[in-house]
């Protein structure tokens, strides 16, 4: 079992930063692709970010591409997410998911590919 905590989240100004942080338990962590999700209220959990085991191939949602990076820390075992230049829609519940593969392709926004999730953190952008 792995557990992922994520922190970071808060109260931000449209056009501010944060900083999303996830930590795993698992020593086997350095072998997962890792992935952010985030859910708004009323809608369905969507697709942000994910990268790779070794952190060499990343993917985002078109709707983050160029504000938003994830990266990853295996001698830490944290992944992160930088936001920047928020926007009130970029307002949800981050999640933080592991998957048991190596590789997030194909389809990295598919739910059913991760084996684990974090409790999520909130991230509220005001306008």
């Known amino acids: 079992q792995v557990a992922l905590v994520e922190s970071g989240g808060g109260l931000v100004q449209a056009g501010g930063s944060l900083r999303l942080s996830c930590a795993a338990s698992?020593?086997?962590?350095?072998?997962?692709?890792m992935a952010w999700f985030r859910q708004a209220p009323g809608k369905e959990r969507e697709f942000v970010a994910a990268i790779n085991w070794s952190g060499d191939s990343i993917t985002y949602a078109d709707s983050v591409k160029g504000r938003f990076t994830i990266s990853r820390d295996n001698t830490e075992n944290t992944v992160s997410l930088q936001m920047n230049t928020l926007q009130p829609e970029d307002t949800a519940v981050y999640y933080c998911?592991?998957?048991?593969?190596?590789?997030?392709?194909?389809?990295?926004?598919?739910?059913?590919?991760?084996?684990?999730w974090g409790q999520g953190t909130q991230v509220t952008v005001s306008s």
């Open positions: 998911a592991a998957s048991r593969r190596a590789e997030w392709a194909p389809r990295p926004g598919l739910h059913s590919k991760y084996d684990y």
């Open positions: 698992a020593r086997t962590f350095r072998t997962y692709a």
